[in-house]
């Protein structure tokens, strides 16, 4: 089945960047589009940035567009979001997924296309 685990978040000042990474455990993630979603407190889960399987695609939520980078960690079996001129409204918990099958990245917004999600991480941005 495998495992994701998110790593890099934390408390960052308005304007800043940070970078996450989700690791994966058991599987190899270059054979997966992989995503990243979050969820403040209330809110729902909602789609940050996806990559398909070989780059080819790349998406992001339009609340992110132009402030986020999504990459593959080549060796690393990672990808990682890089995220810049942060706003408080960026505060939330943030999850990576593996997409189930990669056709449907398209629709890359919808939760339940995707079959395994990581714990989260917290990334809280102050103003």
């Known amino acids: 089945q495998g495992q994701l685990v998110e790593s890099g978040g934390g408390l960052v000042q308005g304007g800043g960047s940070l970078r996450l990474s989700c690791a994966a455990s058991?599987?190899?993630?270059?054979?997966?589009?992989i995503a990243w979603f979050r969820q403040a407190p209330g809110k729902e889960r909602e789609g940050v940035s996806v990559i398909s399987y070989n780059g080819a695609y790349i998406f992001h939520g339009d609340s992110v567009t132009g402030r986020t980078t999504i990459v593959r960690g080549g060796g690393r079996n990672t990808v990682d979001l890089l995220m810049n001129n942060l706003k408080p409204e960026d505060t939330a918990i943030y999850y990576c997924?593996?997409?189930?099958?990669?056709?449907?990245?398209?629709?890359?917004?919808?939760?339940?296309?995707?079959?395994?999600w990581g714990q989260g991480t917290q990334v809280t941005v102050a103003s």
């Open positions: 058991g599987f190899t993630l270059d054979n997966y589009a």
């Open positions: 997924a593996r997409m189930r099958d990669g056709r449907w990245i398209k629709h890359w917004t919808r939760r339940d296309k995707y079959d395994l």
